[in-house]
C-alpha cells in the first residue's frame, strides 16, 4: 500500500543526506496522506545507504504500524501530534543539522537578519522551551511534539508560514506541504541558522531587518500577488 508514497519517503529522507543536513542514522522525513489519514516514515536506526522503499513504514495516527517490517523511527509520536494538530501540513523533517541545533543548545529563536530567511519565514524561527523532568521522563517524543504546539499557539503562529522550529538543547524539525517541502524548508534553516551566527559574529550589536523587507521578500514568494519564479 502507498507504494508511491514510500518511494517519495525514501527519497526525502536520502535527501538529509545529500544536503548534509544528518551524519549515520540521524533524522526522519514523513509524509501524510490526508485522504486515508496514513502517513509514512523512516525506519528507525537503518543505515541510509542501505534504505530502500519498502523499509519505509506505514502508521496510522494513533501510532498503531499499518505495515512495514521494521520499527518506526523513534521521534515517529513526535510526527503524529504535528500531523493532528496542523492540518495544513503534508510533511515533516527532523534534524539536529549543526548550526541549527547549536542555536537550539543556546535556546535561541533565529532573529530574522535578511532576505534569505524572509523568503521562506514569516518571522523569526521560533525555538520552543525545554522539557521539564517529567514531560522527559513520561511520553518523551509525544511531549516534544506538544512543547512545539504549544509555542506555536501561544505565539500564534501558522506552520506553512513558519514552516520550522528549534526544540531547546535538541534539534530542528521542520515542515512542508509534503515531505520532501519539509527536507527543503531544514536545508532553509540549516543555512539561514549558519547566516545568523556569521553575521552576530561580525556585528554583535546588529538588529533585525525591517520588517517591510520581511513584508516584501515573504509576501513576493508566498504572499496572493506573488511574482517570484515561473507561473506554475
Ligand atoms: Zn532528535
Given at each position: 500500500m502507498l507504494e508511491e508514497l514510500k518511494q517519495k519517503v525514501l527519497q526525502a529522507n536520502l535527501q538529509l543526506v545529500k544536503n548534509k543536513l544528518?551524519?549515520?542514522t540521524w533524522g526522519n522525513v514523513s509524509e501524510i496522506d490526508r485522504e486515508s489519514g496514513l502517513f509514512v516514515i523512516k525506519p528507525s536506526g537503518v543505515s541510509y545507504d542501505d534504505?530502500?522503499?519498502?523499509?519505509m513504514v506505514v502508521m496510522d495516527l494513533n501510532g498503531k504500524?499499518?505495515?512495514?517490517?521494521l520499527r518506526p523511527s523513534s521521534d515517529t509520536p513526535t510526527h503524529i501530534e504535528f500531523y493532528k494538530a496542523f492540518k495544513n501540513i503534508g510533511g515533516v523533517t527532523h534534524t539536529h543539522s549543526t548550526f541549527a541545533t547549536a542555536w537550539a543548545q543556546a535556546g535561541r529563536s533565529i532573529p530574522f537578519y535578511g532576505t534569505t530567511h524572509a523568503d521562506y519565514f514569516y518571522g523569526d524561527i521560533p525555538c520552543a522551551r525545554s522539557l521539564t523532568q517529567e514531560e522527559i521522563e513520561g511520553e518523551y517524543e509525544k511531549n516534544t511534539g506538544l512543547a512545539i504546539i504549544e509555542k506555536f499557539r501561544g505565539d500564534n503562529l501558522d506552520p506553512m508560514a513558519v514552516p520550522g522550529v528549534l526544540i531547546k538543547s535538541h534539534g530542528v524539525f521542520a515542515f512542508g506541504k509534503d515531505g520532501d517541502n519539509s527536507v527543503y524548508n531544514a536545508t532553509v534553516i540549516e543555512e539561514v541558522a549558519k547566516m545568523a551566527f556569521i553575521t552576530e559574529q561580525l556585528n554583535p550589536d546588529v538588529s533585525r531587518a525591517d520588517q517591510f523587507m520581511m513584508e516584501k521578500h515573504y509576501q513576493r514568494k508566498h504572499g496572493k500577488n506573488a511574482y517570484y519564479g515561473q507561473k506554475k
Open positions: 544528518v551524519l549515520f534504505m530502500k522503499a519498502e523499509d504500524v499499518v505495515e512495514g517490517d
